[in-house]
């Protein structure tokens, strides 16, 4: 019982920590610190985005994770990430942000007020449908491809990052 009750206590420490740590560190700071957001990360980098992301905000992010970076065509995040492409790939990253802070409950709300879909738009001008697919919610990007929100509510000073399974593309 003992050793049950330590690891109890410890888990909730660590939880406690962590939350506070994300409390403290910006979307950039939060994505940093995740072995699954490198090439998001890396992209973020390449586009001259830190400062913007560093910024008040509020910001939703739409994070996705390295293995969604690739079931990209092969050779297109090296393409991406060269400097010619700057452009594009600042294009592709602001079209999974959103400005104010959406948290979990409130896209879920938005879906059901919208009688099973919520639209919004992203920092880039175009916008993405969220909706719930057999308890998931589901966003479409602009030309019907389909990402899963695999994680969310990972709070960031300046805003709420929620992680999806696929990069969404716009127009």
Not at 12 to 40: E, I, P
Request: hydrophobic share 50%; net charge positive; no cysteine.
């Amino acid at each position: 019982m003992k050793k049950i009750l330590k690891a109890v206590v410890f888990s909730t420490a660590v939880l406690f920590a962590s939350f506070a740590n994300a409390q403290s560190s910006d979307v950039v700071d939060v994505a940093m610190g995740s072995k699954d957001h490198t090439t998001l990360v890396a992209a973020v980098k390449a586009a001259d985005l830190v400062a913007t992301l560093k910024g008040a905000g509020p910001f939703t992010v739409f994070a996705p994770a390295n293995s969604a970076f690739d079931k990209l065509p092969k050779g297109t995040v090296e393409n991406l990430l060269k400097p010619e492409s700057k452009e594009s790939l600042a294009k592709l990253l602001t079209y999974h942000v959103v400005s104010g802070k959406l948290m979990a409950a409130d896209v879920m709300a938005a879906i059901k007020a919208g009688k099973g879909k919520a639209v919004v738009k992203t920092v880039q001008g175009e916008s993405l449908t969220a909706s719930v697919v057999k308890g998931k919610v589901i966003l479409t990007d602009s030309k019907g491809g389909k990402a899963t929100v695999t994680a969310t509510d990972l709070a960031a000073s300046n805003g709420v990052i929620h992680v999806i399974d696929s990069v969404v593309m716009p127009k």
